[in-house]
């Protein structure tokens, strides 16, 4: 009645009956694994959304501020920029890189994959150190000590901060 190769058909046939029913569902959500940065928590809700031009006036003042002249500008993505920069201070010398990074309002958070991203670009351009800017915050893992190039993060609270102290407006 039944023989092996009915059977090997009808598996094959149930397989990609469910492989299509599989394919076809919603593909989930990203979810926040590790909790938010405290600070995200004493956020001004009254100040408006950062830009990635906010985040680049902060960066200039820095560079000035720090005798680093912009040698490259290296788009990323339509949210991410980094700029290589060469110090003309002869006691810090060397390069370093800045990055700029604008969070969604689906994704708030920069995790630890984007930090990784920029230090492997930090240590691809023989960098000593990084300076990393977003319009949002970072989560907890990010500010883990990790091996490699130094980087100070400039959140969404601090970059409001410079904003202040260097009388930027909004």
Known sequence: MFNIFTLAFLAIAVGLGLAMIITRQKTPEPIQL????????????????????????????????????????VSVSDHEVYWITESSNEFFFGNYVLGFFKTSAENPYV???????????????????????????????????????????????????????FNLSL
Do not use: M, W
């Open 111 to 165: 995790s630890l994959p984007t930090i990784f991203e920029f230090k492997d670009f930090v240590k691809s351009v023989t960098s000593t150190k990084g300076f990393f800017f977003t319009t949002g915050y970072f989560t907890k893992d990010v500010h883990q000590p990790l091996e490699g190039a130094k980087v100070s993060f400039y959140n969404r609270l601090k970059v409001l901060s410079e904003l202040k102290r």
């Open 34 to 73: 590790v909790p938010p940065e405290d600070d995200s928590l004493n956020d001004p809700k009254e100040i408006r959304e950062l830009t990635l031009e906010d985040l680049y006036r902060v960066g200039e003042k820095l560079c000035a501020e720090n005798q680093l002249s912009i040698k490259d500008r």
